[in-house]
Protein backbone atom coordinates (compact mmCIF):
# COMPACT_ATOMS: atom_id res chain seq x y z
CA UNK A 1 0.00 0.00 0.00
CA UNK A 2 2.11 2.83 -1.26
CA UNK A 3 -0.34 5.16 -1.68
CA UNK A 4 -3.41 5.86 0.33
CA UNK A 5 -6.66 5.65 -2.48
CA UNK A 6 -10.19 6.60 -1.16
CA UNK A 7 -12.71 3.25 -1.41
CA UNK A 8 -15.53 4.78 0.17
CA UNK A 9 -16.07 8.07 1.49
CA UNK A 10 -19.24 8.96 3.93
CA UNK A 11 -19.41 12.35 3.93
CA UNK A 12 -21.71 14.35 6.89
CA UNK A 13 -23.87 11.27 7.21
CA UNK A 14 -26.97 11.29 9.10
CA UNK A 15 -28.78 7.90 10.26
CA UNK A 16 -32.33 7.98 11.89
CA UNK A 17 -35.44 6.13 12.09
CA UNK A 18 -38.33 8.34 11.89
CA UNK A 19 -37.95 11.34 13.74
CA UNK A 20 -35.14 9.22 15.50
CA UNK A 21 -32.30 10.36 15.15
CA UNK A 22 -29.10 7.77 15.62
CA UNK A 23 -26.27 9.61 14.24
CA UNK A 24 -25.33 12.62 13.00
CA UNK A 25 -22.19 14.47 11.55
CA UNK A 26 -20.65 11.74 10.09
CA UNK A 27 -17.52 12.00 8.24
CA UNK A 28 -15.04 9.49 7.31
CA UNK A 29 -12.67 8.30 4.43
CA UNK A 30 -12.40 4.35 4.01
CA UNK A 31 -8.78 3.57 2.02
CA UNK A 32 -8.81 0.83 -0.13
CA UNK A 33 -6.72 -1.74 1.65
CA UNK A 34 -7.90 -1.05 5.19
CA UNK A 35 -9.14 -2.91 7.16
CA UNK A 36 -11.35 -0.62 8.67
CA UNK A 37 -13.32 -1.11 12.19
CA UNK A 38 -16.89 0.46 12.99
CA UNK A 39 -16.82 0.40 16.82
CA UNK A 40 -18.88 1.61 19.50
CA UNK A 41 -20.98 0.66 22.66
CA UNK A 42 -24.09 -1.39 21.50
CA UNK A 43 -26.94 0.53 20.06
CA UNK A 44 -24.73 3.00 18.55
CA UNK A 45 -25.92 2.72 15.31
CA UNK A 46 -22.85 0.28 14.14
CA UNK A 47 -24.96 -1.70 12.17
CA UNK A 48 -27.33 1.02 10.57
CA UNK A 49 -24.16 2.71 9.37
CA UNK A 50 -23.64 -0.83 8.18
CA UNK A 51 -26.67 -1.62 5.94
CA UNK A 52 -26.48 2.11 4.70
CA UNK A 53 -23.36 1.51 3.26
CA UNK A 54 -24.67 -1.97 1.67
CA UNK A 55 -27.41 -0.33 0.73
CA UNK A 56 -30.15 -1.56 2.58
CA UNK A 57 -31.54 1.43 4.47
CA UNK A 58 -31.41 5.18 2.71
CA UNK A 59 -29.65 7.53 4.83
CA UNK A 60 -31.94 10.75 6.44
CA UNK A 61 -28.99 12.90 5.19
CA UNK A 62 -25.50 12.82 3.48
CA UNK A 63 -23.58 11.29 1.10
CA UNK A 64 -21.84 7.95 0.80
CA UNK A 65 -19.45 7.80 -2.05
CA UNK A 66 -17.92 4.57 -3.43
CA UNK A 67 -14.91 5.87 -5.68
CA UNK A 68 -16.53 9.15 -6.61
CA UNK A 69 -20.09 7.58 -7.18
CA UNK A 70 -22.40 9.15 -5.14
CA UNK A 71 -23.94 5.66 -3.79
CA UNK A 72 -27.25 7.02 -2.71
CA UNK A 73 -27.97 9.90 -5.49
CA UNK A 74 -27.35 7.10 -8.37
CA UNK A 75 -30.09 5.04 -9.33
CA UNK A 76 -31.19 1.98 -8.65
CA UNK A 77 -29.00 0.18 -11.27
CA UNK A 78 -25.67 1.79 -10.59
CA UNK A 79 -26.58 1.00 -6.80
CA UNK A 80 -26.94 -2.68 -7.88
CA UNK A 81 -23.90 -2.72 -9.50
CA UNK A 82 -21.56 -1.29 -6.87
CA UNK A 83 -22.79 -3.28 -4.54
CA UNK A 84 -22.66 -6.42 -6.73
CA UNK A 85 -18.70 -5.78 -6.03
CA UNK A 86 -18.95 -6.06 -2.75
CA UNK A 87 -19.39 -9.63 -0.17
CA UNK A 88 -21.46 -9.19 3.21
CA UNK A 89 -21.21 -11.02 6.25
CA UNK A 90 -23.87 -10.87 8.24
CA UNK A 91 -24.69 -11.15 12.01
CA UNK A 92 -25.72 -14.62 11.94
CA UNK A 93 -24.61 -15.68 8.41
CA UNK A 94 -28.02 -15.58 7.26
CA UNK A 95 -27.65 -18.46 4.77
CA UNK A 96 -30.03 -19.46 2.84
CA UNK A 97 -31.69 -22.08 5.01
CA UNK A 98 -33.11 -23.93 2.24
CA UNK A 99 -29.48 -24.47 0.01
CA UNK A 100 -26.59 -26.74 0.74
CA UNK A 101 -23.11 -24.63 1.52
CA UNK A 102 -22.06 -25.51 -2.18
CA UNK A 103 -25.49 -24.09 -3.70
CA UNK A 104 -25.68 -20.81 -1.27
CA UNK A 105 -22.21 -19.98 -2.65
CA UNK A 106 -22.85 -20.91 -6.06
CA UNK A 107 -25.96 -18.87 -6.75
CA UNK A 108 -24.28 -15.64 -7.00
CA UNK A 109 -21.78 -16.87 -9.78
CA UNK A 110 -24.47 -18.39 -11.23
CA UNK A 111 -26.04 -15.81 -11.59
CA UNK A 112 -23.63 -12.56 -12.65
CA UNK A 113 -21.22 -15.25 -14.24
CA UNK A 114 -20.98 -17.27 -17.56
CA UNK A 115 -18.94 -20.38 -15.88
CA UNK A 116 -20.22 -23.67 -16.37
CA UNK A 117 -21.38 -26.34 -14.01
CA UNK A 118 -18.26 -27.82 -13.59
CA UNK A 119 -16.24 -24.31 -12.92
CA UNK A 120 -18.35 -23.46 -11.18
CA UNK A 121 -18.26 -26.43 -8.36
CA UNK A 122 -14.16 -26.15 -8.22
CA UNK A 123 -14.89 -22.04 -7.34
CA UNK A 124 -16.89 -23.32 -4.46
CA UNK A 125 -14.74 -25.99 -3.82
CA UNK A 126 -11.81 -23.27 -3.15
CA UNK A 127 -13.77 -21.07 -1.17
CA UNK A 128 -15.05 -22.99 1.16
CA UNK A 129 -11.27 -24.58 1.21
CA UNK A 130 -10.25 -20.54 1.78
CA UNK A 131 -12.16 -20.48 5.24
CA UNK A 132 -10.85 -24.17 6.45
CA UNK A 133 -13.88 -25.74 5.33
CA UNK A 134 -13.40 -27.95 2.34
CA UNK A 135 -15.79 -30.99 2.04
CA UNK A 136 -18.67 -29.39 3.79
CA UNK A 137 -20.10 -28.65 0.34
CA UNK A 138 -23.33 -30.63 1.25
CA UNK A 139 -24.39 -29.52 4.26
CA UNK A 140 -27.09 -27.28 4.96
CA UNK A 141 -26.79 -24.78 6.72
CA UNK A 142 -28.70 -26.17 10.20
CA UNK A 143 -26.35 -28.79 10.05
CA UNK A 144 -22.89 -26.99 11.11
CA UNK A 145 -22.20 -24.61 14.42
CA UNK A 146 -22.54 -21.43 14.28
CA UNK A 147 -18.56 -20.66 13.93
CA UNK A 148 -18.91 -22.37 10.88
CA UNK A 149 -22.20 -20.70 9.41
CA UNK A 150 -20.07 -17.51 9.94
CA UNK A 151 -17.19 -19.08 7.82
CA UNK A 152 -19.40 -20.33 5.70
CA UNK A 153 -20.97 -16.82 5.28
CA UNK A 154 -17.90 -15.63 4.71
CA UNK A 155 -16.98 -17.89 1.30
CA UNK A 156 -20.50 -17.01 -0.26
CA UNK A 157 -19.30 -13.42 0.60
CA UNK A 158 -16.05 -14.01 -1.47
CA UNK A 159 -17.92 -15.65 -3.92
CA UNK A 160 -17.39 -12.91 -6.38
CA UNK A 161 -14.07 -11.91 -5.72
CA UNK A 162 -15.57 -8.54 -3.98
CA UNK A 163 -13.23 -5.88 -3.57
CA UNK A 164 -14.41 -4.83 -0.24
CA UNK A 165 -16.08 -7.20 2.27
CA UNK A 166 -18.42 -5.99 4.98
CA UNK A 167 -18.50 -8.28 8.20
CA UNK A 168 -21.17 -7.78 10.76
CA UNK A 169 -19.67 -8.53 14.27
CA UNK A 170 -17.62 -11.71 12.63
CA UNK A 171 -16.21 -12.62 15.89
CA UNK A 172 -19.77 -12.17 18.47
CA UNK A 173 -21.00 -15.64 19.32
CA UNK A 174 -17.30 -16.97 18.69
CA UNK A 175 -14.70 -18.93 21.19
CA UNK A 176 -11.71 -16.77 21.57
CA UNK A 177 -9.73 -19.47 19.34
CA UNK A 178 -12.24 -19.20 16.33
CA UNK A 179 -12.27 -15.54 16.89
CA UNK A 180 -8.43 -15.22 16.53
CA UNK A 181 -8.69 -17.73 13.42
CA UNK A 182 -11.46 -15.48 11.75
CA UNK A 183 -9.27 -12.36 12.53
CA UNK A 184 -6.04 -14.53 10.93
CA UNK A 185 -8.43 -15.04 7.90
CA UNK A 186 -9.13 -11.91 7.27
CA UNK A 187 -5.84 -10.38 7.69
CA UNK A 188 -4.74 -13.09 5.31
CA UNK A 189 -7.48 -12.17 2.69
CA UNK A 190 -6.83 -8.35 3.26
CA UNK A 191 -2.55 -9.12 2.13
CA UNK A 192 -3.17 -11.64 0.03
CA UNK A 193 -6.45 -10.46 -2.66
CA UNK A 194 -6.41 -6.92 -1.28
CA UNK A 195 -9.26 -6.61 -0.50
CA UNK A 196 -10.91 -3.38 1.68
CA UNK A 197 -12.43 -5.24 4.79
CA UNK A 198 -15.01 -2.83 6.95
CA UNK A 199 -15.86 -4.58 10.08
CA UNK A 200 -18.47 -3.49 12.46
CA UNK A 201 -17.10 -4.86 16.24
CA UNK A 202 -16.75 -4.14 19.75
CA UNK A 203 -14.61 -6.82 20.44
CA UNK A 204 -11.11 -5.25 21.68
CA UNK A 205 -8.94 -7.87 20.65
CA UNK A 206 -9.96 -7.90 17.16
CA UNK A 207 -9.85 -4.25 17.30
CA UNK A 208 -6.35 -3.88 18.47
CA UNK A 209 -5.06 -6.55 16.71
CA UNK A 210 -6.47 -6.20 12.95
CA UNK A 211 -7.81 -2.77 12.92
CA UNK A 212 -5.49 -0.37 10.31
CA UNK A 213 -8.27 2.65 10.68
CA UNK A 214 -11.31 2.90 12.54
CA UNK A 215 -14.18 5.10 13.76
CA UNK A 216 -15.64 5.47 16.79
CA UNK A 217 -19.49 6.37 17.12
CA UNK A 218 -19.69 7.77 20.84
CA UNK A 219 -24.00 6.82 21.61
CA UNK A 220 -24.31 9.59 24.38
CA UNK A 221 -22.68 12.51 21.65
CA UNK A 222 -25.03 10.98 18.71
CA UNK A 223 -21.90 11.23 16.71
CA UNK A 224 -18.51 10.31 15.57
CA UNK A 225 -15.52 11.36 18.31
CA UNK A 226 -12.71 9.72 16.69
CA UNK A 227 -11.18 8.46 13.40
CA UNK A 228 -8.01 6.60 12.79
CA UNK A 229 -5.96 3.74 13.82
CA UNK A 230 -6.86 2.09 16.54
CA UNK A 231 -3.84 1.57 18.79
CA UNK A 232 -2.50 5.15 18.01
CA UNK A 233 -6.17 6.45 19.11
CA UNK A 234 -5.21 4.46 22.33
CA UNK A 235 -2.38 6.19 22.79
CA UNK A 236 -3.30 9.27 21.96
CA UNK A 237 -6.84 10.22 22.78
CA UNK A 238 -7.86 12.50 25.59
CA UNK A 239 -11.84 11.74 24.83
CA UNK A 240 -13.13 10.07 27.88
CA UNK A 241 -15.67 8.13 26.46
CA UNK A 242 -13.24 6.78 23.65
CA UNK A 243 -10.60 5.84 26.68
CA UNK A 244 -12.80 4.08 28.62
CA UNK A 245 -14.65 2.17 25.53
CA UNK A 246 -10.83 1.22 24.06
CA UNK A 247 -9.34 0.11 27.79
CA UNK A 248 -12.92 -1.85 28.81
CA UNK A 249 -13.19 0.56 31.94
CA UNK A 250 -10.08 -0.03 33.03
CA UNK A 251 -8.47 2.14 35.05
CA UNK A 252 -5.06 2.41 33.37
CA UNK B 1 -44.09 -22.56 58.78
CA UNK B 2 -43.99 -19.74 55.97
CA UNK B 3 -40.73 -18.08 55.90
CA UNK B 4 -41.40 -14.45 57.41
CA UNK B 5 -39.68 -11.15 57.55
CA UNK B 6 -39.94 -8.86 60.68
CA UNK B 7 -39.32 -5.45 60.47
CA UNK B 8 -39.47 -3.06 63.74
CA UNK B 9 -38.45 0.60 63.63
CA UNK B 10 -37.01 2.46 66.36
CA UNK B 11 -35.88 6.51 66.35
CA UNK B 12 -32.85 6.88 68.36
CA UNK B 13 -32.43 10.30 67.93
CA UNK B 14 -34.62 13.62 66.33
CA UNK B 15 -33.05 13.32 62.34
CA UNK B 16 -32.70 9.24 62.31
CA UNK B 17 -34.89 6.16 61.89
CA UNK B 18 -33.28 2.99 62.36
CA UNK B 19 -35.27 0.11 60.64
CA UNK B 20 -34.47 -3.23 62.42
CA UNK B 21 -34.92 -6.51 59.82
CA UNK B 22 -35.11 -10.20 61.37
CA UNK B 23 -35.89 -13.62 60.51
CA UNK B 24 -36.42 -14.73 57.05
CA UNK B 25 -36.63 -11.74 54.22
CA UNK B 26 -37.40 -14.51 51.03
CA UNK B 27 -39.34 -13.73 48.32
CA UNK B 28 -42.76 -15.74 48.71
CA UNK B 29 -42.88 -15.19 52.34
CA UNK B 30 -44.62 -12.43 54.28
CA UNK B 31 -42.78 -9.30 53.99
CA UNK B 32 -43.31 -6.14 54.82
CA UNK B 33 -43.66 -3.18 52.32
CA UNK B 34 -41.52 -0.28 52.08
CA UNK B 35 -45.12 1.79 52.62
CA UNK B 36 -44.96 0.72 56.02
CA UNK B 37 -41.62 3.04 56.40
CA UNK B 38 -43.35 5.71 54.64
CA UNK B 39 -46.11 5.62 57.15
CA UNK B 40 -44.13 5.82 60.11
CA UNK B 41 -41.88 8.71 58.29
CA UNK B 42 -44.65 11.01 57.79
CA UNK B 43 -45.39 11.18 61.11
CA UNK B 44 -41.97 12.65 61.55
CA UNK B 45 -40.62 14.89 59.52
CA UNK B 46 -37.57 15.59 61.31
CA UNK B 47 -35.98 12.35 60.21
CA UNK B 48 -32.89 12.89 57.78
CA UNK B 49 -31.09 9.78 58.08
CA UNK B 50 -32.47 6.05 57.63
CA UNK B 51 -30.06 3.23 59.64
CA UNK B 52 -30.38 -0.14 59.34
CA UNK B 53 -29.69 -3.07 62.12
CA UNK B 54 -29.59 -6.43 60.43
CA UNK B 55 -28.07 -8.42 63.05
CA UNK B 56 -31.22 -10.66 63.58
CA UNK B 57 -31.52 -11.30 60.23
CA UNK B 58 -31.59 -14.80 59.48
CA UNK B 59 -31.43 -15.74 54.87
CA UNK B 60 -32.42 -13.07 52.82
CA UNK B 61 -32.68 -13.11 49.04
CA UNK B 62 -34.20 -10.83 46.06
CA UNK B 63 -37.22 -10.22 48.47
CA UNK B 64 -34.97 -7.71 50.54
CA UNK B 65 -33.42 -6.48 47.59
CA UNK B 66 -36.59 -5.31 46.13
CA UNK B 67 -37.73 -4.06 49.51
CA UNK B 68 -34.39 -2.15 49.70
CA UNK B 69 -34.53 -0.69 46.22
CA UNK B 70 -38.11 0.84 47.08
CA UNK B 71 -36.89 2.02 50.02
CA UNK B 72 -34.18 3.83 48.58
CA UNK B 73 -36.76 5.40 45.77
CA UNK B 74 -38.79 6.48 48.41
CA UNK B 75 -35.76 8.42 50.61
CA UNK B 76 -34.35 10.11 47.34
CA UNK B 77 -37.93 11.32 46.74
CA UNK B 78 -37.91 12.48 50.36
CA UNK B 79 -34.38 13.76 50.90
CA UNK B 80 -33.81 11.40 53.32
CA UNK B 81 -30.24 10.01 53.40
CA UNK B 82 -29.79 5.94 53.21
CA UNK B 83 -27.35 5.11 55.58
CA UNK B 84 -26.19 1.43 53.77
CA UNK B 85 -23.81 0.32 56.53
CA UNK B 86 -25.98 -2.25 58.58
CA UNK B 87 -26.61 -4.18 55.55
CA UNK B 88 -25.66 -7.20 55.16
CA UNK B 89 -22.20 -7.10 53.26
CA UNK B 90 -23.87 -9.19 50.22
CA UNK B 91 -26.89 -7.26 50.17
CA UNK B 92 -25.05 -4.01 50.01
CA UNK B 93 -23.06 -4.55 47.20
CA UNK B 94 -25.88 -6.04 44.84
CA UNK B 95 -27.41 -2.55 46.34
CA UNK B 96 -24.72 -0.45 45.13
CA UNK B 97 -24.42 -2.49 41.34
CA UNK B 98 -28.37 -2.05 41.13
CA UNK B 99 -27.73 1.83 41.58
CA UNK B 100 -24.46 1.64 39.72
CA UNK B 101 -26.11 2.65 36.23
CA UNK B 102 -28.77 5.33 36.67
CA UNK B 103 -32.04 4.38 35.48
CA UNK B 104 -33.13 6.12 31.55
CA UNK B 105 -35.75 7.74 31.82
CA UNK B 106 -36.83 8.51 28.11
CA UNK B 107 -35.77 4.73 27.14
CA UNK B 108 -38.89 3.49 27.13
CA UNK B 109 -41.38 4.38 24.17
CA UNK B 110 -44.20 6.63 25.61
CA UNK B 111 -47.31 4.12 25.69
CA UNK B 112 -49.60 6.87 27.58
CA UNK B 113 -53.47 6.23 27.14
CA UNK B 114 -54.21 7.24 23.16
CA UNK B 115 -57.90 8.73 22.83
CA UNK B 116 -59.99 7.60 21.00
CA UNK B 117 -59.81 9.81 17.92
CA UNK B 118 -56.42 9.86 18.33
CA UNK B 119 -56.72 6.38 17.62
CA UNK B 120 -58.69 6.03 14.98
CA UNK B 121 -56.47 8.40 13.21
CA UNK B 122 -53.95 6.14 13.38
CA UNK B 123 -55.89 3.41 12.07
CA UNK B 124 -56.85 5.45 9.60
CA UNK B 125 -53.38 6.45 8.58
CA UNK B 126 -52.38 2.97 9.18
CA UNK B 127 -55.04 1.54 6.54
CA UNK B 128 -53.94 3.91 3.90
CA UNK B 129 -49.77 3.13 4.41
CA UNK B 130 -50.78 -0.73 4.27
CA UNK B 131 -53.30 -0.05 0.63
CA UNK B 132 -50.57 1.57 -0.64
CA UNK B 133 -47.83 -1.17 0.19
CA UNK B 134 -50.42 -3.71 -1.12
CA UNK B 135 -50.22 -1.96 -4.77
CA UNK B 136 -46.90 -1.58 -4.22
CA UNK B 137 -46.10 -5.16 -3.78
CA UNK B 138 -48.75 -5.74 -6.64
CA UNK B 139 -47.04 -3.68 -9.33
CA UNK B 140 -43.89 -5.19 -8.33
CA UNK B 141 -45.09 -8.62 -8.88
CA UNK B 142 -46.59 -7.90 -12.08
CA UNK B 143 -43.13 -6.22 -12.98
CA UNK B 144 -41.47 -9.68 -12.07
CA UNK B 145 -43.93 -11.46 -13.59
CA UNK B 146 -43.30 -9.59 -17.10
CA UNK B 147 -39.77 -10.56 -17.02
CA UNK B 148 -40.47 -13.49 -16.32
CA UNK B 149 -42.29 -13.59 -20.07
CA UNK B 150 -39.23 -11.63 -21.58
CA UNK B 151 -36.77 -14.63 -20.44
CA UNK B 152 -35.03 -12.38 -17.83
CA UNK B 153 -35.97 -13.66 -14.30
CA UNK B 154 -33.77 -15.29 -12.13
CA UNK B 155 -34.91 -17.99 -10.19
CA UNK B 156 -33.99 -21.80 -9.71
CA UNK B 157 -36.28 -24.34 -11.76
CA UNK B 158 -35.37 -26.91 -8.57
CA UNK B 159 -37.34 -24.14 -6.10
CA UNK B 160 -40.08 -24.24 -8.65
CA UNK B 161 -40.70 -27.94 -9.02
CA UNK B 162 -40.34 -28.33 -5.31
CA UNK B 163 -43.14 -25.80 -4.62
CA UNK B 164 -45.28 -27.03 -7.26
CA UNK B 165 -45.26 -30.67 -5.28
CA UNK B 166 -45.83 -28.91 -2.07
CA UNK B 167 -48.74 -26.78 -3.24
CA UNK B 168 -50.61 -29.61 -5.55
CA UNK B 169 -49.56 -33.69 -4.46
CA UNK B 170 -49.06 -33.07 -0.89
CA UNK B 171 -52.34 -31.17 -0.72
CA UNK B 172 -54.47 -33.87 -2.32
CA UNK B 173 -55.49 -35.44 0.79
CA UNK B 174 -56.72 -32.46 2.61
CA UNK B 175 -58.61 -31.21 -0.11
CA UNK B 176 -59.88 -34.57 -0.75
CA UNK B 177 -61.96 -34.50 2.23
CA UNK B 178 -63.15 -30.99 2.19
CA UNK B 179 -64.94 -30.99 -0.84
CA UNK B 180 -65.97 -34.62 -0.82
CA UNK B 181 -67.97 -33.87 2.41
CA UNK B 182 -68.96 -30.42 0.76
CA UNK B 183 -70.50 -32.27 -2.26
CA UNK B 184 -72.52 -34.96 0.20
CA UNK B 185 -73.61 -31.39 2.50
CA UNK B 186 -74.82 -29.63 -0.64
CA UNK B 187 -76.87 -33.02 -1.77
CA UNK B 188 -78.14 -33.64 1.56
CA UNK B 189 -79.16 -29.73 2.10
CA UNK B 190 -80.68 -29.87 -1.60
CA UNK B 191 -82.64 -33.56 -1.35
CA UNK B 192 -84.50 -32.20 1.21
CA UNK B 193 -86.17 -29.78 -0.83
CA UNK B 194 -86.26 -31.29 -4.00
CA UNK B 195 -87.80 -34.26 -2.53
CA UNK B 196 -90.75 -32.04 -1.57
CA UNK B 197 -91.67 -31.81 -4.99
CA UNK B 198 -90.36 -35.17 -6.27
CA UNK B 199 -87.28 -33.82 -8.42
CA UNK B 200 -84.70 -35.40 -6.29
CA UNK B 201 -82.84 -36.33 -9.62
CA UNK B 202 -82.25 -32.23 -9.83
CA UNK B 203 -79.74 -33.30 -6.68
CA UNK B 204 -77.25 -34.37 -9.38
CA UNK B 205 -77.55 -30.49 -11.29
CA UNK B 206 -77.45 -28.73 -8.16
CA UNK B 207 -74.28 -30.70 -6.93
CA UNK B 208 -72.38 -29.99 -10.22
CA UNK B 209 -73.33 -26.53 -11.15
CA UNK B 210 -72.33 -25.18 -7.19
CA UNK B 211 -69.57 -27.09 -6.89
CA UNK B 212 -68.26 -26.42 -10.69
CA UNK B 213 -68.70 -23.23 -10.99
CA UNK B 214 -67.89 -21.90 -7.27
CA UNK B 215 -67.85 -24.07 -4.14
CA UNK B 216 -64.53 -26.07 -5.43
CA UNK B 217 -62.59 -23.36 -6.55
CA UNK B 218 -63.45 -21.51 -3.00
CA UNK B 219 -63.23 -24.44 -0.73
CA UNK B 220 -59.77 -25.27 -2.41
CA UNK B 221 -58.68 -21.58 -2.25
CA UNK B 222 -59.63 -21.57 1.38
CA UNK B 223 -57.71 -24.71 2.73
CA UNK B 224 -54.65 -23.50 0.17
CA UNK B 225 -54.78 -20.20 2.18
CA UNK B 226 -54.72 -21.74 5.03
CA UNK B 227 -52.15 -24.54 3.88
CA UNK B 228 -49.63 -22.64 2.15
CA UNK B 229 -50.34 -18.89 2.64
CA UNK B 230 -49.21 -19.35 5.94
CA UNK B 231 -46.28 -21.91 5.31
CA UNK B 232 -45.56 -18.58 2.69
CA UNK B 233 -45.92 -16.30 4.91
CA UNK B 234 -43.96 -18.05 7.24
CA UNK B 235 -41.19 -18.88 5.42
CA UNK B 236 -40.52 -15.99 4.20
CA UNK B 237 -40.67 -14.08 7.72
CA UNK B 238 -37.95 -16.22 8.75
CA UNK B 239 -36.07 -15.62 6.29
CA UNK B 240 -36.28 -11.97 6.76
CA UNK B 241 -35.69 -12.56 10.62
CA UNK B 242 -32.63 -14.82 9.30
CA UNK B 243 -31.35 -11.69 7.15
CA UNK B 244 -31.30 -13.91 4.20
CA UNK B 245 -33.56 -11.40 1.95
CA UNK B 246 -30.81 -8.95 2.82
CA UNK B 247 -28.36 -11.12 2.01
CA UNK B 248 -30.52 -11.67 -1.66
CA UNK B 249 -30.96 -7.87 -1.86
CA UNK B 250 -27.15 -7.04 -1.50
CA UNK B 251 -26.13 -9.91 -3.83
CA UNK B 252 -28.45 -8.09 -6.23
CA UNK B 253 -30.68 -10.90 -6.44
CA UNK B 254 -34.30 -9.76 -6.43
CA UNK B 255 -36.48 -11.25 -3.55
CA UNK B 256 -39.12 -10.32 -5.67
CA UNK B 257 -38.22 -12.73 -8.43
CA UNK B 258 -36.25 -15.04 -6.44
CA UNK B 259 -38.41 -16.29 -4.15
CA UNK B 260 -42.06 -15.00 -4.77
CA UNK B 261 -42.40 -15.61 -8.44
CA UNK B 262 -42.07 -19.14 -8.42
CA UNK B 263 -44.51 -19.11 -5.14
CA UNK B 264 -46.86 -17.42 -7.42
CA UNK B 265 -46.48 -19.43 -10.07
CA UNK B 266 -46.62 -22.66 -8.96
CA UNK B 267 -49.97 -21.52 -7.30
CA UNK B 268 -51.15 -20.06 -10.82
CA UNK B 269 -50.29 -23.33 -12.08
CA UNK B 270 -51.45 -25.68 -9.58
CA UNK B 271 -54.77 -23.98 -8.97
CA UNK B 272 -56.79 -25.17 -12.18
CA UNK B 273 -55.75 -28.51 -12.02
CA UNK B 274 -56.49 -28.69 -7.60
CA UNK B 275 -59.86 -27.34 -8.79
CA UNK B 276 -60.68 -29.62 -10.99
CA UNK B 277 -59.72 -32.60 -8.68
CA UNK B 278 -61.64 -30.68 -6.32
CA UNK B 279 -64.82 -31.22 -8.92
CA UNK B 280 -64.72 -34.59 -8.94
CA UNK B 281 -64.34 -35.10 -5.41
CA UNK B 282 -67.49 -33.06 -4.97
CA UNK B 283 -69.45 -34.40 -7.23
CA UNK B 284 -68.36 -37.90 -6.11
CA UNK B 285 -69.72 -36.62 -2.22
CA UNK B 286 -72.83 -36.13 -4.10
CA UNK B 287 -73.29 -39.20 -5.59
CA UNK B 288 -73.45 -41.14 -2.39
CA UNK B 289 -75.95 -39.36 -1.21
CA UNK B 290 -77.92 -39.62 -4.79
CA UNK B 291 -77.07 -43.27 -5.40
CA UNK B 292 -77.23 -44.10 -2.00
CA UNK B 293 -80.17 -42.37 -0.15
CA UNK B 294 -82.04 -40.92 -3.01
CA UNK B 295 -81.79 -44.00 -5.42
CA UNK B 296 -80.98 -42.23 -8.51
CA UNK B 297 -79.23 -44.85 -10.82
CA UNK B 298 -75.78 -44.70 -11.05
CA UNK B 299 -75.89 -43.81 -14.87
CA UNK B 300 -78.75 -41.75 -14.81
CA UNK B 301 -77.07 -39.29 -11.88
CA UNK B 302 -73.67 -39.18 -14.22
CA UNK B 303 -76.05 -38.41 -17.42
CA UNK B 304 -77.96 -35.19 -15.60
CA UNK B 305 -74.51 -33.96 -13.91
CA UNK B 306 -72.96 -34.16 -17.28
CA UNK B 307 -75.59 -32.43 -18.90
CA UNK B 308 -76.26 -29.96 -15.96
CA UNK B 309 -72.80 -28.61 -15.89
CA UNK B 310 -71.88 -26.29 -18.87
CA UNK B 311 -68.75 -25.92 -20.39
CA UNK B 312 -68.76 -22.04 -19.15
CA UNK B 313 -69.14 -23.41 -15.72
CA UNK B 314 -65.97 -25.26 -15.69
CA UNK B 315 -64.24 -22.30 -17.50
CA UNK B 316 -65.91 -19.87 -14.42
CA UNK B 317 -64.58 -22.30 -11.79
CA UNK B 318 -60.88 -22.92 -13.20
CA UNK B 319 -60.52 -19.16 -13.78
CA UNK B 320 -61.72 -18.40 -10.02
CA UNK B 321 -59.39 -21.30 -8.68
CA UNK B 322 -56.25 -19.65 -10.78
CA UNK B 323 -57.31 -15.67 -9.02
CA UNK B 324 -57.58 -17.34 -6.03
CA UNK B 325 -54.21 -19.38 -6.47
CA UNK B 326 -53.11 -15.83 -7.21
CA UNK B 327 -54.32 -14.10 -4.32
CA UNK B 328 -53.32 -16.73 -1.80
CA UNK B 329 -49.32 -16.87 -2.95
CA UNK B 330 -49.63 -12.40 -3.18
CA UNK B 331 -51.05 -12.55 0.09
CA UNK B 332 -48.75 -15.31 1.94
CA UNK B 333 -45.59 -13.69 -0.11
CA UNK B 334 -46.48 -10.23 1.10
CA UNK B 335 -46.69 -10.81 4.38
CA UNK B 336 -43.28 -13.01 4.85
CA UNK B 337 -42.09 -10.07 3.20
CA UNK B 338 -43.19 -7.99 5.99
CA UNK B 339 -42.27 -9.65 8.30
CA UNK B 340 -40.31 -7.47 11.49
CA UNK B 341 -37.49 -9.71 13.00
CA UNK B 342 -38.85 -11.58 15.58
CA UNK B 343 -40.47 -14.55 16.56
CA UNK B 344 -43.55 -13.39 17.10
CA UNK B 345 -43.71 -11.37 14.06
CA UNK B 346 -43.24 -14.28 12.13
CA UNK B 347 -47.12 -15.61 13.64
CA UNK B 348 -48.61 -12.33 13.13
CA UNK B 349 -47.34 -12.74 9.21
CA UNK B 350 -48.59 -16.22 9.13
CA UNK B 351 -51.98 -15.36 10.54
CA UNK B 352 -52.44 -11.80 8.80
CA UNK B 353 -51.40 -13.86 5.52
CA UNK B 354 -54.38 -16.04 5.92
CA UNK B 355 -57.13 -13.51 6.81
CA UNK B 356 -55.62 -11.16 3.99
CA UNK B 357 -55.91 -14.54 1.52
CA UNK B 358 -59.53 -15.39 2.80
CA UNK B 359 -60.84 -11.87 2.12
CA UNK B 360 -59.04 -11.40 -1.24
CA UNK B 361 -60.92 -14.95 -2.03
CA UNK B 362 -64.38 -13.53 -0.90
CA UNK B 363 -63.96 -10.24 -2.17
CA UNK B 364 -63.12 -11.68 -5.95
CA UNK B 365 -65.18 -14.62 -5.86
CA UNK B 366 -68.04 -11.49 -5.21
CA UNK B 367 -66.78 -9.53 -8.14
CA UNK B 368 -66.29 -12.73 -10.42
CA UNK B 369 -70.00 -13.48 -9.85
CA UNK B 370 -71.14 -9.85 -10.52
CA UNK B 371 -69.02 -9.86 -13.75
CA UNK B 372 -70.76 -13.19 -15.16
CA UNK B 373 -73.75 -12.09 -14.36
CA UNK B 374 -73.59 -8.71 -16.45
CA UNK B 375 -72.07 -11.27 -19.36
CA UNK B 376 -74.81 -13.03 -18.57
CA UNK B 377 -72.49 -16.24 -18.36
Known amino acids: MTEKEAHVTVD??????????????????????????IMGGSGCGKSTMMTILIGLKAPAKGKVLYGEVDFWGADQQTRDRIIRRAGVMYQSGALWSSMTLAENIAL???????????????????????????????????????????????????????EILFFDEPSAGLDPVSARRLDDLILELRDSLGTTMVIVTHELASIFAIGSNSVFLDVSKRTMTATGNPNQLLAETRDP?????????EKS | MTARGEMVMEQPSADTLKVILSGEWKLGGELPGADKVQQKLEGRPGVRNLVFDTLELASWDSGLLTFLMNLGALCSRQQILLNRDGLPPGAKRLLELALAVPEKKDARTAEGRVSFLAYLGDQTVELFRSAGEMLEFIGDAVIAVLRLLRGKAQYRRSDLGLIMQAVSAQALP????????????????????????????????????AMVRLMAAIMTGIVMAGRTGG??????????????????????????????????????????????????????????????????????????????????????????????????????????????????????????????????????TAVITVLCNLLGI
Open chain 1, 12 to 37: DLTMAYGDFVLMRDLTFTINRGDIFI
Open chain 1, 108 to 162: PLETYTDLSPGQIREVVKLKLALVGMAGFEEFYPSEISGGMQKRAGIARAMALDP
Open chain 1, 241 to 249: NLRLFLTRG
Open chain 2, 174 to 209: IVSLICFLVGLILAFIGAIQLQLFGAQLYVADLVGI
Open chain 2, 231 to 364: AFAAQLGTMQVNQEIDALKTLGISPMEFLVLPRMLALALMMPLLCLYANIMGILGGMVVGVGMLNIGFMEYYNETAKAIGLWNLGIGLFSGLVFGVIVALAGCMRGMQCGRSASAVGDAATSAVVTAIVGIILS
